[in-house]
């Protein structure tokens, strides 16, 4: 089946700093991904559509300046968590539009912000 | 807001079938049933997804009602392995631009050995 891949698995960085997580669809081409936030014990929240070529699509009440993202290829998107604070620890999870409108994921990355 | 309503918790006993519910009352014509599984901290896991027919796959079986408002999914020996918090999600099958799905919080499923 298709695959998604997401690097890095985990991430632990200082308050203020920038972290880039990346999402690659790796035997299909993926002209839509979607970027989700999870919080402990809760469920996944959707954050951004991302566009292949075009700019991405946030959800209300996610800041398009703090998580920046790029789908410059059919094959890769990132998620760049800017000036990241302690509240931005969280698992996210990227997932890619694929054949037959099955959404395939990522395995997540856990960041954590001390 | 999620359109299905799934219950909290469920437990199995490690090789009988798993029967997780849900139901979808306010399903429209044009939407599909998704059911896709979180094992702990990992991304999310394609199950099997249908329209009106039941559908059976390597993984599970889906059973829709025949109004479509509500259905089953069954892991017929369930594992060890297959706990797991189980997603039911309605969506159009062709999604345009955004075709995302709408997590609700599921149903977690332990099996127990």
């Known amino acids: 089946g298709a695959v998604v891949s997401q690097h890095p698995s985990w991430v632990i960085c200082k308050s203020g700093t920038s972290v880039k997580i990346e999402c690659r669809s790796l035997?299909?081409?993926?002209?839509?991904m979607f970027w989700y936030r999870q919080f402990p014990k809760q469920s996944l929240m959707l954050m951004a559509t991302?566009?292949?070529?075009?700019?991405?699509?946030?959800e209300q009440g996610v800041e398009k300046d703090k998580f920046l993202i790029n789908h410059a290829s059919l094959t890769l998107s990132t998620l760049t968590v800017t000036s990241a604070h302690p509240e931005d620890s969280s698992f996210y999870i990227c997932?890619?539009?694929?054949?037959?409108?099955?959404?395939?994921f990522g395995s997540g990355t856990q960041l954590s912000v001390l | 807001d999620a359109k299905t309503t799934q219950p909290t918790s469920m437990d199995c006993a490690e090789g009988r079938a798993a029967n997780l519910p849900c139901n979808h009352s306010?399903?429209?014509?044009?939407?599909?049933v998704y059911w896709y599984r979180q094992i702990h901290s990992q991304g999310p896991q394609y199950i099997i997804h249908?329209?009106?027919n039941n559908e059976t796959n390597e993984m599970a079986s889906l059973i829709i009602t025949e109004d479509r408002k509500s259905s089953t999914l069954i892991l017929p020996h369930a594992t060890l392995r297959d706990t797991a918090v189980y997603y039911c999600?309605?969506?159009?099958?062709?999604?345009?631009?955004?075709?995302?799905?709408?997590f609700g919080k599921g149903t977690k499923l332990s099996v127990k050995p």
């Open positions: 997932s890619a539009r694929g054949q037959g409108e099955k959404l395939f």
């Open positions: 035997d299909f081409q993926a002209t839509t």
């Open positions: 991302s566009n292949e070529g075009s700019k991405a699509t946030y």
């Open positions: 306010t399903i429209s014509g044009n939407e599909y």
């Open positions: 249908g329209l009106k």
């Open positions: 999600i309605v969506r159009v099958q062709y999604g345009g631009s955004q075709g995302n799905l709408i």
